[in-house]
């Protein structure tokens, strides 16, 4: 699936299941919510915290797909083409770091 057809496919869904987009603001507060449940999982799977049993068995590919679909609900209402602000946003971080990082000796010296 392309983005493009992920944001056609989200916002069919939103249409006929969803029944219309919460609003701006409270997707963003939704989407808060989503990214601290991936931090909380990531912070306890493969950081120092240990892990509750009751978050041995949270699949984080799906919670990093429910940070996406909130994110593309967003895009969606405020009219992003995220194909396009992606191919752009790699442009610029490529002009702005062609160097950066490989002159980066914290990134070298592993």
């Known amino acids: 699936m392309t983005i493009a057809e992920a944001q ?3 916002d ?14 409270t997707n963003m507060a939704m989407l808060t919510e989503e990214v601290g ?3 909380r999982i990531i912070a306890r799977r493969y950081g120092e ?14 919670e990093m797909a429910d940070v996406l679909f909130v994110l593309i609900c967003l895009a969606n209402q405020t009219n992003i083409d995220l194909t396009e602000a992606l ?5 610029k971080k490529t ?3 062609k160097l950066r990082h490989q002159n980066n000796e914290k990134l070298t010296n592993m």
């Open 8 to 10: 056609q496919e989200v």
């Open 12 to 25: 069919n869904w939103i249409k006929t299941i969803g029944v219309r987009y919460f609003n701006e603001l």
């Open 37 to 39: 449940e991936v931090a």
């Open 49 to 62: 915290q240990s892990e509750k049993e009751s978050d041995k068995q949270k699949d984080l590919g799906d």
């Open 87 to 91: 191919r752009k946003n790699l442009e």
């Open 95 to 97: 002009k702005r770091d």
